[in-house]
């Protein structure tokens, strides 16, 4: 069974939306990690669906190298994102997993991604479900 992380941070929405969507598309066949930045994204996840969740620096540097598949806005792999949720131990060991990552140009920081298309988060959600996640992990 192939194991996804959502990982989120602040409130929790985004990954919430992410989680709720593939368990809708993948019910049981996969197992979802809901892993937060803080307790309330964790919550949220599980809320959502997760099978299993986490929250906090150790929770995510644990788990991270064991995904075979790592979903969340763009700023998880960004230090001192998510208004500083995100530390710089986070973010390592997002970007040093051997998991593919699929990551939703969605930030508070300012910066400016250039060459993206501006969605709403269930369109971009919706193509992640139904097509990047197919083409990085063809075999879920």
């Given at each position: 069974?192939?194991?996804?992380?959502?990982?989120?941070?602040?409130?929790?929405?985004?990954?919430?939306?992410?989680?709720?969507?593939?368990?809708?598309?993948?019910?049981?066949?996969?197992?979802?990690?809901?892993?937060?930045?803080?307790?309330?994204?964790?919550?949220?996840?599980?809320?959502?669906?997760?099978?299993?969740?986490?929250?906090?620096?150790?929770?995510?540097?644990q788990t991270a190298p064991t995904a075979d598949l790592i979903v969340g806005p763009i700023s998880i792999t960004w230090a001192n994102a998510m208004?500083?949720?995100?530390?710089?131990?986070?973010?390592?060991?997002?970007?040093?997993?051997?998991?593919?990552?699929?990551?939703?140009?969605?930030?508070?920081?300012?910066?400016?991604?250039?060459?993206?298309?501006?969605?709403?988060?269930?369109?971009?959600v919706q193509r992640i479900v139904n097509e990047t996640i197919k083409e990085?992990?063809?075999?879920?």
């Amino acid at each position: 069974m192939k194991r996804i992380c959502v990982i989120d941070g602040q409130g929790g929405g985004i990954g919430a939306t992410v989680i709720k969507y593939l368990k809708e598309a993948y019910g049981e066949s996969v197992e979802l990690i809901g892993l937060g930045t803080n307790a309330i994204a964790s919550v949220q996840m599980l809320k959502a669906g997760a099978n299993r969740g986490a929250s906090g620096e150790n929770a995510i540097v644990q788990t991270a190298p064991t995904a075979d598949l790592i979903v969340g806005p763009i700023s998880i792999t960004w230090a001192n994102a998510m208004l500083g949720e995100v530390t710089p131990k986070m973010a390592e060991a997002v970007t040093s997993s051997p998991a593919p990552k699929v990551l939703l140009p969605l930030t508070q920081e300012s910066v400016v991604l250039v060459g993206i298309v501006s969605e709403p988060l269930p369109h971009m959600v919706q193509r992640i479900v139904n097509e990047t996640i197919k083409e990085v992990l063809p075999d879920v």
